[in-house]
């Protein structure tokens, strides 16, 4: 299936030299077609002998910055930003220099945060960074830095756009420095066991009750995120669910709560890199090639999910080749309710796992339009990478 998507082009958006585009695109056709990182994997499926093209793909990771290359999948116009920690397990690396111990206590491996934009329930990685007990020292500071450290590679592009991040990133120090910083933030509140401990304070110094009945909507606007940090807080406890979200943020609280609600949506593309592109079997020595390699995987990742998404607009929401360009752009929207089975799969496992019966002069049209619409997220936004 892959076949008909001309990746040649798609990397020559986010690349500038040709000759090196040419060389990634039949590196990420590889990726794909082996549904693997692992450079033995991804040589195996290129043409030629293996030995050869492991080499080949060792001097292009050399020759390419591929964590600059992504931020090419910037988009001027999306609403918010996601950040998204996952762990990734590393069993047999121990002694790996950038490997740590998990969450856990006792897993070895390390943290990989994304910062990622929004797109039809899904997401596109823009920005990453790689860290672990071990190279930060276990220093709750040195967290805080490597939180920021993914932050303010995307400060400058963020504007008014706010961060909207999980429970891993409720602590006061990385809010401070948002906040000096001047980007607004929409934060899930960690309750579990510090709920006697987290002191949330109004503008007289009384102390802010966590309640809220379920069904219920709580906005205390004005209070200061453990007396220090001045937020708005949300409560929401959608009926049906076990327990209530809190949020914080610099925004307006009604408008915090609706994009933290859609950011809520958006789980499924650590699944798919982990489970359909196989992310945690990465097994690089040096933490440079790790990254060199995870920012190749997320790029494939996305040309991926921008073809499959195609592909599940036409096979499960009945659009025409014709009608692409506008629902990829999210100009056109499929009708779910007459078509639900839309909704059951992402675009990367339906380009991966399905096999569809459409004709080569339909696929063909299918990856023009896909091309055109590809086209119009990455221009606009090259002169701010060259």
């Not at 490997?99 to 910062?115: C, H, I, K, P, R």
């Not at 220090?228 to 709560?257: C, D, F, M």
Request: net charge positive; hydrophobic share 40%; aromatic share 10%.
């Amino acid at each position: 299936m892959d076949k008909f998507i001309n990746f040649s082009e798609f990397m020559g958006y986010i690349l500038d030299d040709a000759k090196l585009a040419g060389k990634g695109a039949k590196i990420i056709r590889a990726i794909l077609e082996a549904q693997s990182p692992r450079l033995s994997s991804i040589a195996e499926k290129m043409a030629g002998k293996s030995e050869s093209c492991y080499k080949m793909i060792q001097r292009f990771l050399d020759k390419v910055d591929l964590k600059r290359a992504l931020l090419r999948f910037y988009q001027e116009d999306a609403e918010f930003v996601i950040g998204d920690p996952t762990e990734m397990e590393r069993f047999r690396a121990p002694k790996t220099a950038y490997v740590g111990t998990l969450s856990d206590g006792a897993t070895a491996g390390y943290w990989l945060l994304v910062l990622s934009m929004p797109y039809r329930g899904r997401a596109i990685p823009i920005s990453f960074v790689v860290y672990s007990s071990r190279t930060i020292g276990e220093q709750v500071t040195s967290r805080n830095q490597e939180h920021f450290r993914c932050f303010e590679a995307v400060k400058r592009l963020l504007g008014d756009r706010p961060l909207v991040l999980d429970r891993e990133f409720s602590y006061e120090e990385l809010m401070k420095m948002l906040s000096l910083e001047h980007i607004q933030f929409v934060i899930r509140l960690n309750l579990g066991d510090q709920r006697k401990h987290l002191r949330i304070i109004d503008a007289d110094g009384e102390p802010v009750s966590l309640f809220i009945q379920p069904g219920g909507t709580v906005i205390r606007p004005n209070v200061y995120y453990l007396g220090t940090v001045k937020v708005n807080l949300i409560g929401y406890w959608r009926k049906g669910l076990s327990k209530p979200l809190w949020v914080v943020t610099t925004l307006e609280p009604n408008q915090a709560l609706e994009i933290y609600q859609k950011r809520m949506k958006i789980e499924e593309t650590f699944r798919d890199c982990k489970d359909l592109l196989h992310l945690p079997k990465l097994m690089n020595k040096l933490q440079h090639h790790l990254e060199q390699m995870i920012a190749l995987t997320l790029i494939a990742y996305t040309f991926g999910l921008w073809f499959g998404e195609a592909l599940r607009d036409v096979t499960y929401g009945n659009m025409k080749p014709t009608q692409l360009q506008a629902t990829l752009e999210g100009k056109m929207a499929v009708d779910t309710s007459h078509y639900p089975k839309w909704l059951l799969y992402s675009g990367l496992f339906v380009l991966l796992k399905q096999k569809l019966r459409i004709s080569p002069q339909e696929l063909d049209q299918i990856s023009q339009a896909v091309t055109k619409a590809f086209a119009s997220l990455i221009y606009g936004n090259v002169r701010s990478f060259v």
